[in-house]
C-alpha cells in the first residue's frame, strides 16, 4: 500500500490549566488525548462521537488553527506539527475546510462573487483572471449557474448555501476537504443531493475527506473508515462495514443502538444512559467506564490503547472484556 496522505501520531491538546498573568486558572480540559490515524489519498474517513468529544478540535488541528501540545500531523511525507498557527496553516494548504454553517460562514453584505474573490485573494491567488476562471469552474462544478455570483447569501436556499460552501473550498483547489456536520439543518431530500454531489466532486477532483457528523447514517452512506471519538480519544476504528456490521466497542454498539434507522429489531434499542462526564473531570483510566455495562475494576487503572481485533479493525477495549463484547449490538440495551 502506498503511503498514507495524512499520518497523524498521538496528538494531544488541553486547553485551560495554568491562568496567564491577568487571567484566573480554567479548569484543564483535555480535548484531544493521543490520537492516532492515518489518512489515505482518495478515502473518505469519518469521525463520529457525541458533542464535545473533540472533533472540531481534531479538525482545527488538522487545519493549523490551533496549536497542537504534543504529537505529530505529518501530510505526504512532510512533518506540519510543532509550528506556529500561521507557518502551519501555509504548509497546510492542500487541507481545507467547509464549515458546518455555511450560511453563518458567509458575509451578510457581500456577494458571492465578492466572497469567492476574497477567499481566493487571501489564499494568494493575487491574478483576478484566475480567480474568474476558477469561480466559473468550481459554480459549474456544484451545479450553480454563473449568475449566482451577483446573489447575497439571503438570497440563497439551504442547499444552494452548501454549494456554495463547496465551490468557496473548492476554488482553492485542496487536496482534502474536512466537511464538518455537512448536512445538519437540511431537509433529507436535500441532505440526498448535497451527499450526492460531495461524491461526485471526489470523483472529479481526486478528493480525500475527513466527513465529521454525529449522524451515522450520513456516515454509513459516505465513509470507508470511520473513526469513532469518545471524550478525546478514539475508541474504535475501522471499515464502515467491519464497525457497523460488527461493533465491538461497548460505546460503538450503545451509538449504533441508539441510531433507530440503523437497526431491524427497534424494540431493543435503548439510549445511552446519562451524559457524558464533565470534560473537566474524565473518569481514570477508561473514560467511558462511568456509562459502560461491562465495566470492571481493572477499567479504573490504566487508558486502553487501540488493538487490531481483526484485520484493520482496531477497539481500545481489554481483552478480558471483548470476550463480553461479543454478542450483538442489541446486547447494549441494558445501557
Ligand atoms: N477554545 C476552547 N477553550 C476551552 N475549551 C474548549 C475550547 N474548544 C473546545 N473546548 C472543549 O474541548 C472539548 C471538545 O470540544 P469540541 O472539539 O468542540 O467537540 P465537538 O466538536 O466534538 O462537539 C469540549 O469539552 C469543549 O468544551
Ligand atoms: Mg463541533
Not at 473533540?54 to 488553527?65: D, F
Not at 489564499?123 to 455570483?149: M, W
Not at 472484556?321 to 454478542?327: I, V, Y
Amino acid at each position: 500500500m502506498t503511503a498514507p496522505l495524512l499520518q497523524v501520531r498521538n496528538l494531544a491538546k488541553t486547553f485551560g490549566g495554568t491562568g496567564g498573568f491577568f487571567s484566573r486558572a480554567q479548569p484543564l480540559v483535555s480535548a484531544i488525548d493521543n490520537v492516532s490515524f492515518d489518512l489515505h489519498d482518495g478515502e473518505v474517513l469519518g469521525i463520529v462521537g457525541e458533542s464535545g468529544c473533540g472533533k472540531s478540535t481534531l479538525a482545527k488541528l488538522l487545519l493549523g488553527l490551533l496549536r497542537e501540545n504534543d504529537g505529530s500531523i505529518t501530510l505526504d511525507g512532510r512533518q506540519v506539527s510543532g509550528l506556529p498557527p500561521r507557518e502551519a496553516r501555509r504548509l497546510r494548504s492542500d487541507v481545507q475546510y467547509v464549515h458546518q454553517d455555511p450560511g453563518a460562514a458567509l458575509d451578510p453584505w457581500w456577494r458571492v462573487g465578492n466572497t469567492l474573490h476574497e477567499t481566493m485573494r487571501i489564499h494568494g491567488i493575487s491574478d483576478a483572471k484566475e480567480r474568474e476562471t476558477r469561480i466559473s469552474e468550481v459554480l459549474e462544478a456544484v451545479g450553480l449557474s454563473g449568475d449566482f455570483v451577483n446573489r447575497y447569501p439571503h438570497e440563497l436556499s439551504g442547499g444552494q448555501q452548501r454549494r456554495i460552501g463547496l465551490a468557496r473550498t473548492l476554488a482553492l483547489r485542496p487536496r482534502i476537504i474536512l466537511l464538518d456536520e455537512p448536512t445538519s439543518g437540511l431537509d433529507l431530500s436535500v441532505q440526498a443531493t448535497v451527499l450526492r454531489l460531495m461524491n461526485d466532486l471526489r470523483e472529479r477532483y481526486k478528493l480525500t475527506y475527513i466527513l465529521i457528523s454525529h449522524d451515522l447514517s450520513v456516515v454509513h452512506r459516505m465513509c470507508d473508515r470511520i473513526a469513532v471519538m469518545y471524550l478525546g480519544r478514539i475508541v474504535e476504528l475501522g471499515e464502515t462495514e467491519a464497525v457497523f456490521g460488527s461493533p465491538a466497542h461497548p460505546y460503538t454498539k450503545a451509538l449504533i443502538g441508539s441510531a433507530p434507522k440503523l437497526v431491524r429489531d427497534d424494540t431493543s434499542v435503548e439510549l445511552i444512559q446519562g451524559d457524558p462526564p464533565d470534560a473537566t473531570n474524565i473518569p481514570s483510566g477508561c473514560a467511558f467506564r462511568s456509562r459502560c455495562p461491562l465495566a470492571i475494576d481493572s477499567c479504573a487503572a490504566t487508558k486502553p490503547e487501540l488493538e487490531e481485533i481483526s484485520a484493520s479493525h482496531r477497539i481500545a477495549c481489554p481483552p478480558e472484556l471483548r470476550r463480553l463484547t461479543n454478542g450483538p449490538a442489541a446486547s447494549v440495551s441494558s445501557l
